[in-house]
């Protein structure tokens, strides 16, 4: 497969205006596998105009029939399940079983906001309760306008169902630009859009990097609020962007969570639940909880239990059934994470598991599952996303030291507590700090619940009626009775 992807534009597949040309990889087999346009700000502007012309017409459609054209979609994505899962697998790396848990929570995105969409029509124009005699107020929740769109490579067709379907069902027109790194799932969007009939210049997506695409979108005057999964880094770009203008800005930024395993902790769970919170996807998880804190009683048997599962880990080709781990999404982020095996190395820390436990695949941008121990709080390993699939570990005397310690980090996108009582485990999670606490468990995520980060995790939640709060602007008219 060697073709070009290109701009859609008002349900148009059209040739971007722009030049340069991009890679697109499978980070196991290390081959080219399509080539993508690295997009052209003439692309932003003809994409904004599409968009904007679109909104009148959207909006008119009310919640209703918007709502039956994102249930559309959800079938649509799922008649081509096999297709996508193999598709989001061999673009990004991720094992066919997560790439399969990835689309459900995709459908299960657009069936939400299908019935969101719908109780908004019902709720238009409701009655506010006051105490002003002789008085009438009614809330309308009009949409936010044109949104500029913009995910990460790690969970293609997720985050974006977090943010297209809240946005269509708000009555926003959409401008979406997806990673240049994983591209391939996204285009079925486009594919779908046209089999569903969505009025043109509804969704719009947008191919190229973020010199091509992403800096002009955010940039656009014609986009009235953005929406930004990514790296704080680029976060903070796209905020500063979003300041020009004074239009609206959500982020969903990076992580470094905490799991906190508690004394009356069970091993064994305790070992599968930390295995689940950092190896999935690589560690390529925004919400991965990447600090272990561990009671010092348990310390030494949980390590022996992590070391255990970890050397059970299948490394290998993530098309083939029983891979439990899949490379690196592309080369650049092997290296990323690498150069923190080097810092690692040079401060001194001590690995339970490393590269030099476990011979890595002959092909493919792998990492091997890693775990320090006795990580110092001050450690840049600590401090910081490593994105990638290093466990740092750090054993604690106290309940109490175990809040302070999760709590002391400027990221608070998740944690976990692992109790053997699940009354405590909800009582320590109520004391930390981040947008997702998961007890006796990891890595819940239904569209029903909020998520979103505090501190420098992100601004704003995605998901349940927050998500699509985030999509619309409130109005009150007020005036005499009758
Ligand atoms: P990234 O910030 O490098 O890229 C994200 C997107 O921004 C890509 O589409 C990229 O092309 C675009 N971009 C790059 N430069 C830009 C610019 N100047 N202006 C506008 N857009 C630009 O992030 P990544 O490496 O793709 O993803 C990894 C990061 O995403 C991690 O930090 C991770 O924690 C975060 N993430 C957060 C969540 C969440 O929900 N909080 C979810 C997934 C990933």
């Given at each position: 497969m060697q073709h070009l992807i290109q701009q859609f534009i008002d349900n148009q597949w059209i040739e971007s205006r722009g030049q340069r040309r991009l890679s697109v990889m499978d980070p196991y087999r290390q081959t080219r596998i399509a080539e993508l346009t690295a997009g052209d700000?003439?692309?932003?502007?003809?994409?904004?105009?599409?968009?904007?012309a679109a909104l009148p017409v959207w909006q008119a459609l009310g919640g209703v029939r918007r709502g039956a054209y994102l249930a559309a979609f959800a079938d649509a994505l799922e008649a081509r399940r096999e297709r996508l899962v193999r598709c989001s697998s061999t673009n990004n790396g991720k094992a066919l079983a997560e790439a399969a848990i990835d689309l459900d929570d995709a459908i299960a995105c657009y069936r939400y906001y299908a019935g969101q969409a719908k109780a908004l029509e019902q709720r238009q124009g409701r009655r506010l309760e006051h105490g002003m005699a002789g008085i009438e107020a009614r809330v309308f929740e009009d949409p936010a306008g044109v949104v500029g769109l913009i995910t990460p490579w790690n969970f293609p067709l997720v985050t974006s169902a977090w943010k297209i379907a809240p946005a269509l069902a708000a009555g926003c027109?959409?401008?979406?630009?997806?990673?240049?790194?994983?591209?391939?799932?996204?285009?079925?969007?486009?594919?779908?859009?046209?089999?569903?009939?969505?009025?043109?210049?509804?969704l719009n997506l947008l191919n190229g990097d973020g010199d091509g695409i992403?800096?002009?979108?955010?940039?656009?005057?014609?986009?009235?609020?953005?929406?930004?999964?990514?790296?704080?880094?680029?976060?903070?770009?796209?905020?500063?962007?979003?300041a020009n203008g004074v239009r609206g800005v959500s982020l969903e930024l990076g992580g470094k969570s905490p799991i906190l395993v508690l004394d009356d902790a069970e091993v064994e769970s305790a070992a599968d639940w930390v295995m689940a919170g950092i190896y999935f996807n690589s560690g390529q998880i925004c919400s991965a909880t990447s600090?272990?804190?561990?009671?010092?009683?348990?310390?030494?048997?949980?390590?022996?239990?992590?070391?255990?599962?970890?050397?059970?880990?299948?490394l290998g080709d993530?098309?083939?059934?029983?891979?439990?781990?899949?490379?690196?999404?592309?080369?650049?982020?092997?290296?990323?994470?690498?150069?923190y095996l080097e810092i690692a190395r040079a401060e001194g820390l001590v690995a339970v598991r490393d590269g030099r436990h476990r011979d890595l695949p002959d092909q493919g941008e792998f990492v091997a599952p890693t775990l320090y121990r006795d990580v110092p709080?001050?450690?840049?390993?600590?401090?910081?996303?490593?994105?990638?699939?290093?466990?740092?570990?750090?054993?604690?005397?106290s309940e109490a030291e175990a809040i302070e310690l999760a709590n002391d980090?400027?990221?608070?996108?998740?944690?976990?507590?692992?109790?053997g009582d699940n009354e405590r485990a909800r009582r320590v999670g109520r004391a930390l700090r981040?947008?997702?606490?998961?007890?006796?468990?990891?890595?819940?995520?239904?569209?029903?619940a909020s998520w979103g980060g505090f501190g420098i995790s992100g601004i704003g939640r995605e998901l349940g009626p927050w998500g699509l709060a985030g999509y619309l602007e409130v109005k009150h008219l007020i005036g005499p009775e009758g």
């Open positions: 700000s003439a692309d932003v502007d003809a994409a904004v105009q599409a968009a904007r027109t959409v401008v979406f630009k997806p990673s240049e790194v994983t591209p391939l799932p996204e285009v079925v969007l486009a594919e779908i859009a046209l089999e569903v009939g969505l009025p043109a210049g509804v992403g800096a002009p979108l955010s940039a656009h005057p014609g986009v009235d609020k953005l929406s930004f999964t990514g790296s704080n880094a680029v976060g903070e770009k796209v905020m500063q962007a979003a600090r272990l804190l561990v009671h010092e009683s348990l310390a030494e048997p949980l390590y022996q239990a992590l070391a255990e599962r970890i050397d059970a880990l299948t993530p098309l083939v059934e029983g891979t439990d781990m899949g490379p690196m999404t592309s080369a650049r982020q092997r290296e990323a994470v690498e150069r709080t001050s450690s840049r390993l600590w401090r910081e996303e490593i994105f990638g699939p290093v466990l740092c570990a750090h054993s604690v005397t980090s400027p990221f608070g996108l998740a944690a976990t507590v692992i109790s981040a947008g997702s606490i998961w007890f006796n468990s990891e890595q819940l995520v239904m569209p029903e």
